[in-house]
């Protein structure tokens, strides 16, 4: 199984061997990632799924450069994740979306422009095009306590994209919102990973999500935090919402969920 | 019928009552009432033996009028009555020339010159610690137990000494006592900086962390946005004691003028109005520099977009 996951350097986005990651905390060690093995490719679209705990939050941090891994070796675009970072590689999104309340909309699109020292005219047509991907146009000039929480966290989205990473993380960017709302999102979510051709690293507690979203699905458990499962997804990559019903989709639904009870029955 | 007509007259009527009393302006009135009545009660009752000596010495016969009167308008009462302290500020605020040292202005912006100045030394005093602190470990350490144990000393007791100090070495006139309204002023400031500075959220400087941002453009562009509303509530608060540290200043070293020295002049010969004039005009200038700093920050936040 662990085998099948790593992929040969060549190509691949991420790439982690035998990674691991010990937190000290004063109750003793505790390994939230252990031996994970992982690549992922360019355009891929992975969700990591697990209960909380699994270390799949973990380990997109390690990937931004957020934690530090304590075993192990993990490259990205073939760097350490730390020349990564600082190449801006990658966009990320947090579970909230971490809004500056002090800026509007546009402002907050900005902002990882004027870090990045993006000239004025370039700084304006980004952002135009950004709130037009995530659709949020004529929104620019609102303050986030305008908006709801939907359009917050596309607001953040396009403010990960702004700056044209290669690479998406995203931390349960959904989590907080409503069914409806989250259904909408990630069907937007689909048309824009196609439109932009990027690698999307997408972690969430939600069996449907990762399905509909995935080109493949990266089940984790806790205690310590590792890969249980790897699964392929069979769909297409045009997938309307209601793909939801059809047996393909409940099929891989299935695995998910068998991975996942596999997962815990190692505690007990 | 004309119970219908009659019955809007009759709604009406409690609706005026509870309007008035709903709102703030009937309660505020009540108790301004109240505090100037009892304030009267006091003015008589402490003046009161003071009187009856006046009358038994003059040997003269005294009526309850004509007592109540002459209590209310002893040239130096116990306590002064309202109207006494009212027209005394009248007097020496708008019928005597600015320039002149009888003049309450003249004496209150000696005070509010000071007051300014210290308060401007100690917010930016205040705000260059908080950065330190938040951002030099070693700092937070070492200067932090400091700043807590300068506000421990009395500034009655450092005050004169500061004064004595800076004059030998040849600094007199405002700046040493805008460095006692500083003394004061700084300290909330720091204190409410060091926790604005440090309120972003995790997630928030992990955003930044992500874009590669330098320390310098962390701060600027997060952790001194975050803590505008902590800025303005500690300055409330500086611009206040700024103030008092300013009136202290005035009083150790017999200092000719301001509203401190007023304050001591008149206990030396027993002023009680002057003293009470003075203390109303401090009162004014702290409540206008607070409701001042107050607008501002009101201005700030609106245009942050984080109007309250």
Redesign the interface.
């Known amino acids: 199984m662990e085998g099948a996951s790593v992929q040969p350097a060549s190509g691949s986005v991420v790439q982690a061997n035998g990674l691991g990651l010990t937190f000290q905390t004063s109750d003793g060690p505790v390994e939230a990632l252990s031996n994970v093995d992982l690549g992922v490719g360019k355009g891929d679209f992975i969700s990591f799924i697990g209960p909380s705990g699994c270390g799949k939050t973990t380990f997109l941090r390690v990937i ?3 934690e530090q891994p304590t075993a192990g070796s993990i490259t990205v675009n073939g760097m350490t994740p730390r020349e990564a ?2 190449r ?1 590689a ?3 999104v ?3 979306a ?1 809004l ?5 909309i546009e402002k907050n699109i900005a ?2 422009l ?3 020292g993006v000239a004025r005219g370039e700084k304006m047509e980004r952002i135009a095009r950004v709130l037009d991907l995530v659709d949020l146009k004529g929104f620019g000039k609102k ?1 986030p ?1 305008q908006l709801s929480g939907g359009m917050q966290q596309r607001a953040s989205i396009a403010r990960a994209l702004a700056f044209d990473a290669d690479l998406l993380l995203m931390d349960e960017p959904f989590g907080a919102l409503d069914e409806i709302v989250r259904d909408h999102l990630n069907e937007q979510l689909l048309k824009l990973w196609d439109r932009t051709n990027k690698t999307i690293c997408f972690v969430t507690h939600s069996i449907p999500e990762a399905v509909y979203l995935s080109t493949r699905i990266v089940v984790m458990s806790p205690r310590p935090g590792r890969v249980t499962d790897v699964i392929e997804s069979t769909l297409p990559k045009e997938r309307p919402l209601d793909i939801r019903e059809s047996p393909e989709f409940l099929a891989i639904a299935h695995r998910v969920r068998e991975g996942l009870r596999s997962g815990h029955s190692h505690e007990v | 019928m004309s119970a219908a007509a009659e019955s809007p007259v009759v709604d009406s009527a409690p609706g005026v009552v509870s309007r008035l009393t709903a709102g703030k302006t009937v309660p505020i009135l009540v108790v301004v009432a109240a505090i100037i009545a009892i304030w009267y009660a006091f003015a008589v009752y402490l003046n009161a033996p003071g009187q009856i000596d006046a009358y038994e010495r003059a040997g003269e016969e005294w009526t309850a009028t004509q007592f109540l009167r002459d209590t209310l308008a002893q040239e130096r009462p116990v306590l002064p009555s309202p109207h006494q302290v009212v027209s005394e500020i009248w007097k020496t605020t708008f019928t005597i020339k600015p320039s002149s040292k009888r003049s309450l202005v003249y004496h209150g912006w000696v005070t509010l010159s000071a007051t300014l100045m210290g308060f401007a030394i100690g917010t930016l005093l205040g705000i260059l610690l908080a950065v330190g602190i938040v951002h030099h470990r070693a700092m937070d350490k070492s200067v932090m137990p400091w700043v807590i144990a300068s506000q421990t000393i009395p500034i009655l007791a450092i005050a004169p000494m500061i004064i004595v100090v800076l004059n030998a070495v040849g600094l007199s006139g405002l700046l040493p006592k805008a460095l006692i309204s500083t003394y004061l002023s700084f300290f909330p400031v720091v204190v409410g900086m060091v926790k604005g500075l440090r309120s972003p ?1 995790a ?2 400087l ?8 330098s320390g310098f ?1 962390t701060f600027w ?2 952790r001194w ?1 975050s803590a ?1 509303p902590y800025l303005f509530t500690s300055m409330k608060i500086a611009v206040a004691i700024s103030l008092v540290g300013a009136i202290v200043g005035e009083m150790p070293t017999g200092a000719v003028a301001g509203l401190g020295a007023r304050l001591l002049a008149g206990s030396y010969y027993g002023q009680t109005i002057q003293i009470w004039s003075a203390l109303f005009a401090a009162a004014a200038i702290a409540a206008t520099l607070v409701a001042i700093v107050g607008i501002a920050h009101r201005l700030v936040l609106k245009r ?3 109007a309250a």
């Open positions: 931004a450069d957020l970072r600082r801006r990658y966009g990320y947090f579970q909230s971490a500056y309340p002090w800026r509007t902002l990882p004027e870090i990045m303050f306590w | 959220e997630i928030q992990d955003l930044m962390h992500t874009y590669n941002a453009q562009k997060l946005p505008m942050m977009g984080m």
